[in-house]
């Protein structure tokens, strides 16, 4: 099979290989509010022959619905008022490749367009990614990064897990696994296969490792430009879920699924290049900490930082999500930044090229393209107003009393978010609107609800 890379299609290669019958059905998709992959399966020779040069209709309200597939009112976007029209599903083709563990089968993403006009959607995730990305390319630097994505494995199918109202699960280890081989053995049948179909789909993985929680892992992909590592984040996600449902075992990606055990992250790290992409920008001549930096390396943590708490629900989208964020547990509670500390919600990592920035904020539950949109924004902020971060912190974060913190639930930062005009300035005021509806409506659906653990705590006692 000929293509640009391992996994990798273009048009030339699928054409043929649409010939040869060797693919038929290309997933042709976009990334929704949560990050999920909606769109349709098309034919190969439609695809090839009509798809390429027009594009493909989806309704508006998929940028406008609940987990459910609930059409939420509220949104200006679109609405039952305006009929729920139709957008444009544009395929980019440089994300054309294999789904290796599906049979004959290609995916390609696409951005969202404006039915009427050949302007972007530009509340729709990718979207909001690619203006910041553009931004920062007219200043000259190109960001690239990476996520550590965890996910817990389950014994349970997904159909058994919806027959016990996803009670009393079995994760598929039942010990601390954090670097284990033994237990990653065990578990390999499936992280084995998701490591190998990624690699065969035109996603490179550098490792995978048990986590700190009974069946808990960890799968590395390898660092790329913003867009292509969100696009690649998300592929991983998807083919994840479908390789564990046809192993008949379960993943999930709640940031946190148990009280009583680790949640997972989804680490973000961030470095800015020059435009080519050639050259380090961070590393630099100034005493910085442990580290020798650029003055860019210190204004994007400081953006950064100071703007973390505006940009948390990006990081952390649902009530839920909040539950991650517990002392002692490697996930962040004070906002502070060190080196080489985990402790610390804002850790320094390398030296010379490598020197990079991560945040270990965003939990595995996050949308990547708004994350890592959310991200470069604070950090250009941050180098266009020359923001310095505090001093480095020394220490254990989780013993300090006088630092900031994250926010402590989904209200707190709905609030946060809410009254920052720098958002507003930054990403638009129909665009913070609409986000700030879809995260008001995950908490309002939460707050209607009455759960197990107070039925078990009331029910009979109070």
């Not at 004959?104 to 969202?112: G, P, S, Y």
């Not at 598929?172 to 696994?177: A, K, M």
């Not at 148990?258 to 680490?267: K, P, Q």
Request: aromatic content about 12%; glycine content about 8%.
């Amino acid at each position: 099979m000929h293509s640009s890379s391992r996994g990798r299609l273009t048009v030339e290669t699928l054409t043929q290989l649409v010939q040869d019958e060797q693919i038929e059905t290309i997933l042709t998709v976009f990334p929704d509010l949560y990050g999920r992959l909606i769109g349709k399966r098309i034919t190969g020779d439609f695809f090839v022959n009509d798809v390429l040069q027009d594009g493909v209709h989806a309704c508006d309200y998929l940028l406008a619905c609940d987990m459910e597939m609930d059409p939420v009112p509220g949104y200006s976007f679109t609405s039952w008022a305006s009929g729920y029209g139709d957008f444009r599903m544009i395929p980019d083709l440089s994300t054309l490749r294999v789904a290796s563990w599906l049979e004959k089968t290609a995916i390609v993403l696409c951005d969202v367009y404006n039915e009427e006009e050949d302007v972007r959607v530009e509340i729709a995730p990718r979207s909001l990614l690619k203006t910041q990305v553009e931004r920062a390319k007219s200043l000259g630097y190109v960001a690239k990064g990476a996520s550590e994505l965890e996910l817990y494995v389950f014994a349970d199918s997904y159909e058994t897990a919806r027959q016990k109202n996803y009670h009393d699960l079995q994760p598929i280890g039942s010990y601390i696994e954090d670097y284990h081989i033994f237990q990653g053995t065990k578990e390999e049948f499936l992280i084995g296969s998701i490591r190998k179909h990624l690699e065969r789909s035109g996603i490179p993985v550098e490792f995978s490792k048990g986590e700190w929680g009974p069946g808990q892992q960890e799968i590395n992909l390898r660092y790329a430009d913003f867009l292509e590592m969100c696009d690649r984040h998300i592929l991983y996600k998807h083919a994840a879920k479908e390789i564990a449902w046809q192993n008949n075992v379960a993943v999930t990606f709640m940031s946190k699924w148990d009280e009583r055990y680790a949640g997972s992250s989804m680490h973000l790290h961030a470095s800015l290049w020059d435009q080519e992409g050639k050259i380090a920008l961070f590393p630099g001549e100034e005493a910085f900490g442990p580290v020798h930096s650029s003055p860019l390396f210190r204004w994007f943590l400081g953006g950064w930082m100071a703007h973390i708490r505006e940009i948390f629900p990006f990081y952390a989208p649902y009530p839920t999500s909040y539950k991650r964020y517990v002392a002692g547990s490697f996930a962040p509670t004070g906002i502070a930044w060190s080196y080489d500390n985990r402790t610390a919600g804002f850790r320094i990592l390398g030296h010379g090229p490598s020197l990079r920035l991560e945040c270990r904020a965003p939990g595995a539950d996050a949308n990547p393209y708004l994350a890592f949109a959310a991200t470069l924004a604070a950090g250009l902020d941050g180098i266009k107003n020359q923001i310095e971060p505090p001093p480095m912190f020394e220490g254990d974060v989780y013993e300090a009393r006088d630092l900031p913190q994250v926010p402590h639930s989904l209200n707190e930062s709905i609030h946060e978010l809410e009254k920052s005009q720098w958002a507003r300035d930054t990403f638009g005021e129909a665009t913070i609107d609409h986000y700030l509806h879809f995260f008001k409506t995950e908490q309002r659906k939460f707050d209607e609800v009455v759960t197990s653990w107070e039925r078990a705590r009331y029910f009979e006692r109070a």
